[in-house]
């Protein structure tokens, strides 16, 4: 796949890549997802009911957990995991 997230597009589709996000706790997920969303990190915060400290953390050990280039990247990549789980991949 083409464009700016391809590779994240690949490696959600990964099948070693479900294992890794299966190491995320809860609010990794959740922070990464919501930052999916387009959520700012304060915005998260308030959601969440987490400091912000905690969002900034969870975004930093989401994205080194799954290897990815980006903050961004890990976001897009738990976000088309999660799509993938919804549509039976």
Do not use: N
Not at 4 to 15: F, P
Not at 21 to 28: K, R, V
Request: proline share 1%.
């Amino acid at each position: 796949m083409e464009g700016r997230h391809g590779r994240a597009v690949e490696d959600a589709q990964d099948s070693g890549v479900a294992e890794t996000i299966g190491t995320l706790t809860y609010i990794e997920r959740r922070v990464l997802l919501a930052l999916s969303e387009g959520l700012s990190r304060r915005e998260i915060a308030s959601h969440l009911r987490v400091s912000p400290r905690t969002v900034g953390l969870a975004l930093t050990v989401g994205k080194e957990k799954l290897g990815a280039q980006s903050i961004t990247a890990a976001a897009v990549i738990v976000r088309i995991h999660e799509l993938l789980l919804r549509r039976g991949h």
